[in-house]
Nanobody
Framework: QLQLVESGGGLVQPGGSLRLSCVAS????????IGWFRQAPGKEREGVSC????????YYADFVRGRFAISRDNAKNTVYLQMNDLKPEDTALYYC??????????????RGQGTQVTVSS
């Protein structure tokens, strides 16, 4: 069964950057679109980004477009989320999930423990 493990979070000042990683284990990511979603305390889960297997299509939520970039290395079974110009409102627990679609519907059933991103001065 697919298992996803997220890492790379941390504490960063506003305007800073982080790169999150999502590694798949037990199965390869063949033909799977992988996405990132986040959840902040007291808020609903929200889709952040999704990338198709070929990396031909990448989708972003409006609130991260231009600041975040999703990529993947299929040989390493890994998906990345480069986050730049971070804002306090980006503070959340970030998860990856599969599959996902262009509407940022992301299956969170295979998520890991998540990785905490905290943006604060």
């Amino acid at each position: 069964q697919l298992q996803l493990v997220e890492s790379g979070g941390g504490l960063v000042q506003p305007g800073g950057s982080l790169r999150l990683s999502c590694v798949a284990s037990h199965v390869t990511l063949d033909n799977l679109a992988i996405g990132w979603f986040r959840q902040a305390p007291g808020k609903e889960r929200e889709g952040v980004s999704c990338i198709t297997y070929s990396s031909f299509h990448k989708y972003y939520a409006d609130f991260v477009r231009g600041r975040f970039a999703i990529s993947r290395d299929n040989a390493k079974n890994t998906v990345y989320l480069q986050m730049n110009d971070l804002k306090p409102e980006d503070t959340a627990l970030y998860y990856c999930g599969a599959p996902c679609d262009s509407y940022l519907n992301i299956n969170y059933g295979y998520r890991g423990q998540g990785t905490q991103v905290t943006v604060s001065s």
